[in-house]
């Protein structure tokens, strides 16, 4: 049983409904976020919760705040207001590297390349909680330094097959197009086993055949219990994977529902005809 987060709103006497909150099992929950830069309002108080589970999807007109609400939630920007929740632990106001430890892990709009690796040594920097990060063990314990990176070399190998770029491994990441380094980046975010999975435009820039390939591998690590909350502006692709679809407008919530339920309501066509389109 879920309840909505009444929000009202100005533009054009829109009614913002809010999400659905009060889930059975969510594995990301925000409260009241708020975000302002100089005199503009970029997150307006968004409380929103991700089921366990779940690919979520998140759409609105340029400008609505998906960006911001990303980079909020992720540790990137600091709050003005709100809290964050991971797996019923807050994060509210951590580093992004403490927010991943928790279990919530972002790639971006574009992803960044790494100077001066190999596709390979990109993927191990993604690994979380390696012995060998620390100076101490690689003189007492330097065995079990020897077989953790074994592993994770193994975990990358089997993820790059998983994503079908392993032919890839030994290219400088500098030297992949546009359309690898997305998939190179996702593949690395599994290496940290996270609970939640951000994924902002997961599918901008890249051609028809490879974005159906990510929705494929999305599918298919959801039906293994891999949740995702996803930005995208390519309406087919999240209408077609994502159930629920949170939409943002102005900042605010404007509503939550099923794809379909989305498609069919009109204050949610108000907000893309009024605003920059989607």
Known sequence: MTEHAGQTGSHED??????NLGKSDPVLRTEDLR???????????????????????MIGPNGAGKSTLFNLISGFYDLDGGRVWVNDTEVTEKEP???AQSGLIRTFQTPRRL????????????AKGQTGESI????????????????????????????????????PSTDLSGGQLKLVELARAFTADPDVMLLDEPVAGVNPTLANDIKRFIRELNEEGQTFLIIEHDMPFIMDLADP???????KVLMEGTPDEVRSDQRVIDAYLGGAGP
Not at 14 to 19: D, N, Q, R
Not at 245 to 251: E, F, K, N, R, S
């Open 14 to 19: 829109m009614t913002y409904e809010g999400a």
């Open 35 to 57: 975000k302002t830069f100089g005199g503009l309002v970029a997150t307006d108080g968004v409380s929103v919760e991700v089921e366990r589970g779940s690919i979520t999807g």
């Open 97 to 99: 590297h403490e927010t």
């Open 115 to 126: 100077e001066g690796m190999t596709v390979r040594e990109a993927m191990l920097v993604g």
């Open 136 to 171: 101490l063990p690689l003189w007492l314990s330097p065995s079990k330094v020897t077989r953790e990176e074994r592993a994770n070399v193994e975990r990358a190998e089997r993820l790059l097959e998983r994503f079908e770029i392993a032919h890839l491994i030994d290219q």
């Open 245 to 251: 679809v949170i939409v943002l407008d102005q900042g």
